[in-house]
């Protein structure tokens, strides 16, 4: 069980019932405050429908650390507030209450600094890449630095992904974290001979406390005579560990021979740290060359080694990083386990994401769109959209032809994926509208059909390296954009409020038979008619044609919207008529919008009723006291 929800009164119970939805195995407990200290070890999520002072008073002489107290939330009885108020992070009460928040329709409150920065918890971060916190004192002080100056500096030795808030450093001394299995990086540097406050020239101080994350991945070999003590076997660990300067808290797993697997010394010390025991059998060990060998060994196992070979076969790594310790009873051999992310370059899989900005400003990018931009290496678009959102992208490799060449840039972004990296595939506005978004989609499936299976071939299309590649393993994520028929909408007023067709007068790619036909029959349908890429380059005649059809159907007087560069420094707003409409500058950064029958204006606004005349025309005016 791992839910708790705790009301008092009637108004709670109800909601409570309510949050059953969210959390269906949840219990419903009437509270009161001598039992929940009997519900602090037993749940992992207390949610409480109360005054938060009730909880706060409740729950204080419980309160132990974040690593171990439940994620605690309390919800006012209407539901208007779910307050994260412990364990936001490590024990999840800050989704909880975001989710609360969501299925209720209410607001989360959060608190911890880092989520209201929109910065990555050190915590959590920690957690989702398996390191262990050395010293969790040090964690506050690094968490405000990380919110102060808005970026964290990451000293590390393995190779990770890290978010793009942290800022990767080459040298230990620069980190506020250090990612690294070495107990202490300062130990092999000549000491610091200078006074507090001097210059110090050997890097050997550190200038501000730096929190140490270790990565687990030290595989300890043991091998040890029958009957030795978990004691023994602990401190000859610990005491090579020591002496090699390498941090307990890295250790990933042990490693032995078979027969010592459960051998009770051994068993224990791995239980009690929770250590995974890996064991060979005596001919896997012996196919290990290059490790020291001992004759007692063999004698009494088969084995020519049991802790340098263990070590080797379950690290995965050819190397030893501390060879054969004999103390007492007990041979310990270390070696670094294989880094996840180069162990599996490989089959590292591209993304592709397809990416609309939004009309221009950055503001009207979505968050989501935001972060994805964040997340990616590489950057592919036509140079006037990604100038509109340059302070985002400054850091990122960028791929940017000119206009023309739409193909070569959506090939060039798959090809890119295919290799591994994380690639966004910019648009203007919405991605799948008059954009990208299908021609990414049209190529990949070329690539599969060209090869006539998931295989790439390399002949035409792709570089040999790419050869072996499966389309298939290319994640292709579409993120929506507001497009220019939003936005010029919105700077309007309300023209879009009823049926409507969208036409683009580019003849590019469409023969222009087929625009008129289409323009004849919205025409004629008296859909309200959004007109994009209004004057081609080249063939400035269009709008005049496409407004030669409307006239035959709609009347001079029909409200027309042109809006030029929407959400952009040098937009243009401008509401005239059928008639009037060529007296305007209407350019390649312009959309029209040419209303129906029913559009009108009115305070410099277009607008398209919806048919709420009818609701009108039943009184309503009336029973308000206006005049219809
Ligand atoms: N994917 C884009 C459309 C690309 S086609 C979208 O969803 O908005 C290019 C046409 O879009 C332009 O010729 C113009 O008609 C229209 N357009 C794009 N941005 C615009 C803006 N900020 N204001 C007005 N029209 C715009």
Same mark, same amino acid.
């Given at each position: ?119 990555? /918890? ?48 080459? &040298? ?27 210059? %110090? ?22 091998? %040890? ?17 020591? &002496? ?70 379950? !690290? ?19 070696? &670094? ?29 979505? /968050? ?34 000119? #206009? ?23 648009? !203007? ?39 072996? %590649? ?9 993120? /929506?954009?507001? !497009?220019?028929?939003?936005? %010029? ?16 007068? !580019? ?49 001079? &007087? ?47 606004? #277009?607008?398209? /009723? ?19």
């Amino acid at each position: 069980m791992s839910t708790a929800i705790l009301y008092i009164t009637n108004n709670g119970l109800t909601l409570a019932k309510r949050l059953k939805g969210l959390y269906p195995d949840a219990k419903i407990l009437k509270f009161k405050s001598e039992a929940v200290s009997e519900f602090w070890n037993e749940y992992r999520n207390l949610i409480f429908i109360m005054a938060s002072g009730i909880v706060v008073r409740t729950i204080a002489p419980l309160i132990k650390d974040k690593k171990t107290d439940p994620a605690v939330v309390v919800i006012d009885e209407v539901g208007k507030f779910a307050i994260s108020l412990l364990s936001g992070h490590l024990g999840g009460a800050n989704k909880i209450a975001e989710a609360i928040a969501d299925f209720l329709g209410g607001e989360a409150v959060v608190t911890t600094a880092s989520d209201v920065n929109n910065m990555p /918890p050190i915590d959590l971060w920690a957690r989702e890449n398996n390191f262990v916190i050395d010293d969790w004192d040090i964690l506050p002080q690094v968490g405000t630095r990380l919110i102060n100056s808005g970026a964290l500096r990451v000293y590390t030795e393995v190779e990770i992904k890290i978010p793009d808030e942290f800022l990767k450093v080459a &040298e230990p001394r620069f980190g506020d974290v250090l990612i690294t299995n070495r107990k202490d990086v300062y130990l092999s540097r000549p000491t610091c001979n200078y006074a507090a406050g001097e210059q %110090c020239s050997t890097s050997a101080c550190r200038v501000k406390s730096q929190l140490y994350l270790r990565p687990r991945n030290l595989v300890v070999g043991i091998g %040890c005579n029958s009957g030795t003590s978990e004691k023994e076997i602990e401190d000859a660990v610990k005491k090579t560990l020591e &002496e090699n300067n390498l941090s307990f808290s890295s250790i990933h797993s042990i490693a032995t021979i078979d027969i010592k697997a459960n051998e009770h010394g051994l068993a224990a010390f791995a239980k009690r740290h929770n250590f995974e025991i890996n064991a060979f059998t005596p001919d896997e060990l012996n196919t290990v060359q290059r490790v020291e060998k001992s004759e007692a060994a063999f004698k009494a196992t088969g084995a020519i080694g049991v802790a340098e070979p263990a070590a080797i076969i379950s !690290s995965g790594n050819d190397k030893l990083l501390v060879q054969k310790q004999k103390i007492g009873n007990v041979t310990v051999a270390i070696a &670094e386990k294989r880094s996840a992310v180069s162990g599996q370059q490989s089959e590292k899989k591209g993304k592709v994401y397809i990416i609309g900005t939004g009309p221009g400003s950055i503001e009207h990018i979505t /968050p989501y769109a935001r972060n994805a931009i964040r997340k990616s290496d590489v950057i592919v678009g036509y140079d006037t959209y990604l100038d509109l959102i340059r302070e985002l992208i400054n850091d990122k490799e960028i791929v940017s032809t000119g #206009m023309t060449q739409e193909i070569d840039r959506c090939k060039k972004a798959v090809e890119l994926a295919i290799e591994g990296k994380t690639v966004s595939v910019i648009s !203007s506005g919405d991605p799948g509208i008059y954009a990208m978004a299908g021609l990414v989609f049209e190529i990949i499936r070329a690539i599969e059909r060209q090869s006539g299976s998931a295989e790439y071939p390399n002949k035409n299309f792709l570089p040999d390296e790419l050869s072996h %590649c499966s389309a298939a393993a290319l994640s292709v994520e579409v993120i /929506p954009g507001i !497009s220019a028929l939003n936005a %010029c909408a919105a700077r309007l007023g309300a023209p879009l409020m009823h049926d409507f067709a969208v036409i683009s007068l !580019s003849d590019k790619l469409t023969p222009w038979e087929l625009i008129e036909k289409r323009i004849t029959s919205a025409a004629m349908s008296d859909f309200v008619t959004v007109l994009y890429n209004p004057k081609s380059m080249g063939r400035p005649e269009h709008i005049n044609k496409a407004r030669a059809i409307f006239f035959k159907y709609r009347s001079a &007087e029909t409200p027309v919207g042109i809006v030029k560069g929407a959400m952009r420094e040098d937009e243009s707003v401008i509401i005239t008529n059928l008639r009037d409409m060529l007296n305007y500058d209407i350019d390649m950064q312009t959309t029209v919008i040419i209303g129906n029958s029913q559009t009108f204006t009115w305070n410099n606004r #277009m607008i398209t /009723p919806r048919g709420y005349e009818k609701k009108w025309s039943n009184g309503v005016m009336e029973q308000w006291g206006l005049k219809g």
